[in-house]
Structure formats: structure tokens, C-alpha cells
């Protein structure tokens, strides 16, 4: 497990050292970079992204190990989310039900991915600031690569007043630019 202190200001790195964990500690440059630090790092054959504030379930990672060997054509494979909210927080606009009815639905960095998918499309977009999660994936699909969906509640998302997705009045604007983008690109 790899922890990547991006300039965090609490007690991230001293909690980490509690445990057998590889810590990168680096000036603040955002989740992108963060993520893109730990990608290569990395030396396992899959990759997955937990967030200071998200959980796995126990069982998370075997389900996608497993799905993933079932079925080597694909690069990755999502799971389905459950979200928390905090006492006192109100759900945010941002927060809508999916097709089913679930909060949030499926998260792009539920996943578990193959390091070699990640580096074949340059990791995350550092560019971007909202919606860099669904821009690597619509890359991985550019590039041919499939992605699975576990229809099961893996990652715990908690929701609360210091979520940097809490404080955005909407992605609509970064989701929409990535789509914008992707849309150009694939006319040209």
C-alpha cells in the first residue's frame, strides 16, 4: 500500500506510520498529481484509489482481483458505492440517484485497474480539476480498454462539510469541459 501525503496539514503521515505502508510526502499539486505519484510508485499489477475520506469494504479487493482474472480482457472493474453523510450535512445537488434509485451510483475511482492501462493512457490529466476521474476513463475506453462493473456496495464514501467534492457547487462544468473534449478530439 502506498499513502501519498499531498502537503496534507493533519496528522496523515503520523497516522501512516503506524502501519506497514510506503508513504510519498510531497508538496500540495492536487489529487491528479497525487495520484499520478502513486502510479509510479507502484509495482503491483493492480491499482486501486482510496481517498482519505473513503473506506473499502473487507472484501473489496478480492471481489475485483477475482473479477479481473475471470475475465483478463478487461483493464478494470468498477464497483458500486455506498454513500454516508455526515450528521447535520445535507445531501449536496451534486448528489443525485442513479437508474436504481442509489446515491451516486458508480464512482470512477471504485475501481481496481491494471498498472499497465494506467501507464499506457499517462495516468490522470493533471490538467484537469473536476472530472479527472471520468476523463481517465473514457482514455482507458479510447484506447480499447473494457471496464466491469460489480453490482455490489464495495466503497463507502463519506460525505461531509470538508469534502472537496462537498464544497464544489457542481461538476457539471468540469464534467461537461471533459466531455467537450473528448467529443473534439474524436472528430478530429
Not at 472484501?59 to 477475482?66: G, L, Y
Amino acid at each position: 500500500m502506498i499513502v501519498v501525503d499531498d502537503g496534507s496539514r493533519d496528522r496523515t503521515v503520523e497516522i501512516a506510520t503506524t502501519y506497514p505502508v510506503r508513504i510519498l510526502r510531497r508538496e500540495h499539486a492536487g489529487v491528479s498529481a497525487a495520484r499520478n505519484a502513486g502510479i509510479a510508485c507502484a509495482t503491483a499489477p493492480l491499482i486501486g484509489f482510496c481517498d482519505h475520506d473513503d473506506e473499502w469494504r473487507p472484501t473489496k479487493v478480492a471481489r475485483q482481483v477475482d473479477h479481473l482474472r475471470r475475465h483478463p480482457e478487461l483493464v478494470g472493474v468498477l464497483c458500486r458505492q455506498e454513500i454516508v453523510l455526515a450528521p447535520g450535512v445535507e445531501r449536496p445537488a451534486w448528489l443525485v440517484p442513479d437508474g436504481r434509485g442509489d446515491l451516486g451510483g458508480t464512482h470512477p475511482l471504485s475501481g481496481l485497474f491494471r498498472g499497465d492501462a494506467l501507464v499506457a493512457v499517462d495516468g490522470f490529466d493533471e490538467s484537469i480539476v473536476d472530472g479527472e476521474d471520468l476523463d481517465l476513463l473514457v482514455r482507458l475506453r479510447e484506447r480499447g480498454g473494457e471496464l466491469g462493473v460489480l453490482d455490489e456496495r464495495l466503497l463507502v464514501r463519506h460525505v461531509h462539510l470538508d469534502n472537496v467534492s462537498h464544497r464544489a457547487p457542481s461538476y457539471a462544468p468540469g464534467v461537461f469541459e471533459v466531455l467537450r473534449r473528448h467529443a473534439r478530439r474524436s472528430r478530429v
